[in-house]
């Protein structure tokens, strides 16, 4: 027989070293065979009050094991504290404090043979098992709680919840509306069942489910929330703006509600009111550091603010992220002086995005002998760019579902890569959080955001010559790194070429355009547009958008070129819309006219690779100013780049005359354009690699040899 005292001090190691499971099963193997045994009925009871004291701290939302609160929740909630014995809740709750949900799954399903009328006892089991995403064996034990009381809420919600997961949104609804017919008011199962009724395409009932429950929680961010999501993804912008309104006027300006409406003004182009409302929540807590980023990304687009405001914006992002100088990475794992130098790329835009496809385009011609490339994704889409991404990168990490920055930051460390890319910038599913934690000992901020991170711990912009100029350095906090050639390469193929119109047909009519987005439109834009117009006879100018001229920012358009003496016959409106029809509307433009200072990116570079002339303007004192600038220089078009706006307006008159004349035609500048810099992609591979070696070059020269 088993020395008592020798397994009584192998029972307390194992508690000290934290297995409490296995020191559970010696404790009850004492038990069995010394029933009175005092130091292994104190074990158990040690077990058990240090299980209440972690139950609490979930209760109390400071445990950080969120996927055990609602077992935890089960536990203290349930009656099963009057339904055991006390030696069997001490065993139970023993089994949850340790951890060990393979050995409480038996011990319940050994109680259960003991108290078969205990349906709590069944909940728990399906409830951990739904927790560990087991969902058919949840689904098993809820049915269980079913046939002991068939009226169970909680049963057919479980039940519901777990078909849900599962995608089985016929079943779940089924349940939800059986749980409700219980609880008619219940928040949970309405949310739940406007989710699956519009999981299963029925657009019209779920607003009814979600409008009736609104009426029911009026103060009910969630429900709010979902119907506007709703709508969002029906694209019915309006409509979900309202509700969101709606919200704000029934429960106040929550940071999820401000957060949702800020997108919806952006989506809608109202850039303006977007930021008004970011200033809003900042002026109360600065430290909300989503908001912080979105108020970056916006200032871009917000008339008046200065190069030094948009410095003093994006440094207070980086101060809202509150992360201490011991959790920055100060040594790494990489080789110092590596045969091919990895380098990380971290986007949420791998995907058929401007970003995603760039990224597709170059990335075959970086040379694999001397870069390992790999992606770290903050998103998890699947579409043609996503394959054709994935096949580029020698490793591929989705981190789309990690619990935070500091975890991913760990993962790409862990990784060693020599040299870490951000691609986002603060734009729309960005990581900047992780490159304050310097995973990477050099860090890079390149193509999907063009002004200063704010992030000291990234250590260059890749930019070039025109669009960062010396007289802009200060404004950024990383080090500027000059491409000799466009920052940008164009991602165009000739899958559209047949939509170009190259001959005109003797055609007098001049059609200018643009394809930029409304919001960059302001009253100085449409005042030289309109007397652009004015000086060309029988002109047009095609405007497209969201909404085309009837939607709100359409709207402000069309009044003030009424106010400027242009006919409304003379704006051709269209809305925005697939790829193809964006191609065909620019081949019907003679004459492309850029926004200032806000200027177009890759709509200039579309509209000159279908052959298109693009009347810019230098830049002048923001960041943004110069991007197109830099486009139409590499684009062998410098003639095209007005001095300021009288310029503007001349070169537009000319080149007009030019082109009525049959002076300049599609034909000569589509071949000028094609063979130049700006479109050469394996010369801009051949720069991009050259700038890689060098930023590592001068990294080891500056840092690893200290």
């Given at each position: ?71 935890s929740s089960w536990i203290i909630r349930s009656n099963l504290k ?157 409509a979900s703006l309202k509700v969101l309104e709606h919200a704000i ?26 930021f008004f409302y970011l200033q809003q929540v900042l002026e109360k ?422």
């Amino acid at each position: 027989m088993p020395n008592p005292k020798k397994l009584i001090r192998k029972a307390r190691a194992l508690k000290i070293s934290g297995d409490y499971a296995s020191a559970l099963e010696i404790y009850k193997s004492i038990l069995n065979l010394y029933p009175r045994n005092k130091e292994a009925k104190q074990g158990v009871s040690e077990l058990a009050k240090m299980d209440e004291v972690s139950i609490s701290s979930l209760e109390s939302g400071s445990e950080k094991y969120n996927d055990l609160k609602e077992t935890s929740s089960w536990i203290i909630r349930s009656n099963l504290k009057i339904d055991l014995n006390k030696e069997e809740y001490e065993y139970l709750t023993a089994y949850y404090r340790a951890r060990n949900f393979a050995s409480l799954l038996e011990y319940i399903s050994e109680l259960s043979k003991q108290h078969p009328s205990v349906t709590n006892l069944f909940h728990l089991a399906a409830v951990i098992h739904y927790e560990s995403n087991n969902f058919p064996a949840a689904i098993h034990e809820f049915r269980r709680v079913l046939l002991l009381d068939p009226n169970s809420f909680d049963a057919n919600l479980g039940i519901a919840r777990s078909f849900s997961s599962l995608r089985d949104f016929d079943q779940a609804k089924y349940h939800l509306e059986v749980a409700l017919a219980i609880e008619p008011d219940s928040l949970i199962a309405l949310k739940y069942l406007g989710a699956s009724v519009a999981s299963l395409g029925l657009f019209e009932e779920a607003v009814k489910i979600f409008r009736d429950g609104i009426k029911k929680h009026p103060k009910s961010e969630d429900l709010f929330i979902q119907l506007a999501k709703l709508f969002q993804d029906k694209k019915d912008f309006p409509a979900s703006l309202k509700v969101l309104e709606h919200a704000i006027t029934s429960i106040g300006q929550t940071e999820r509600i401000l957060q949702n409406l800020t997108i919806i003004l952006i989506k809608l182009e109202r850039v303006d009111e977007a930021f008004f409302y970011l200033q809003q929540v900042l002026e109360k807590d600065p430290q909300r550091t989503n908001f912080c980023s979105m108020r970056a990304s916006l200032s871009s687009y917000i008339e008046g603010i200065t190069s030094e405001e948009q410095l003093a914006i994006a440094r207070a992002y980086e101060k809202s992220l509150g992360i201490k100088n011991e959790e920055v990475y100060k040594s790494w794992r990489c080789n110092i002086n590596p045969e091919i130098l990895k380098v990380g790329f971290v986007s949420g835009d791998f995907f058929n995005h401007v970003v995603g496809r760039m990224l597709l385009r170059i990335l075959p011609f970086i040379d694999r002998s001397k870069f390992e490339l790999l992606a770290f994704s903050t998103t998890n889409q699947d579409d043609e760019i996503s394959r054709g991404l994935k096949k580029e990168f020698s490793k591929w990490i989705n981190m789309s579902e990690d619990d935070d920055f500091r975890k991913s930051a760990e993962r790409i460390f862990s990784e060693a890569p020599n040299i870490l890319i951000d691609l986002s910038g603060h734009m729309e599913n960005n990581a900047l959080p992780i490159f304050a934690y310097k995973p990477s000992p050099l860090q890079v901020s390149w193509l999907g955001y063009f002004a200063t991170t704010g992030i000291r711990e990234i250590d260059y912009k890749l930019v070039d010559h025109t669009v960062v100029p010396v007289s802009m350095e200060e404004f950024f906090v990383e080090e500027i790194y000059r491409l000799p050639n466009c920052f940008l390469c164009p991602s165009n193929t000739d899958e559209y070429d047949s939509l170009i119109n190259f001959d005109r047909k003797e055609k007098y009519e001049i059609v200018f355009g643009t394809v930029n987005r409304f919001n960059k439109i302001n009253n100085s834009i449409i005042d030289c547009w309109s007397q652009i117009l004015k000086s060309v006879p029988d002109s047009k100018i095609i405007l497209k958008g969201r909404g085309g001229l009837e939607g709100k920012a359409g709207v402000r358009l069309r009044e003030q070129f009424l106010k400027n003496g242009i006919d409304v016959g003379r704006l051709i409106s269209k809305d925005r819309t697939g790829l193809k029809d964006y191609y065909k509307t620019l081949a019907d433009i003679d004459i492309v006219l850029d926004t200032f200072p806000f200027t177009g990116g890759v709509t200039t570079t579309d509209a000159l690779w279908m052959g298109i002339p693009v009347i810019g303007r230098k830049g002048t004192d923001t960041l943004v100013s110069y991007q197109g600038e830099s486009i139409l220089r590499n684009a062998n078009m410098e003639m095209l780049i007005a001095e300021n706006e009288t310029d503007y307006i001349k070169k537009a008159i000319f080149f007009a005359s030019e082109i009525r004349e049959s002076k300049v035609t599609r034909s000569e500048i589509l071949r000028s354009v094609r063979n130049s810099p700006l479109f050469d992609l394996n010369q801009f591979a051949r720069n991009l690699e050259r700038a890689l070696h060098d930023m590592w070059s001068h990294k080891i020269l500056k840092d690893f040899s200290e």
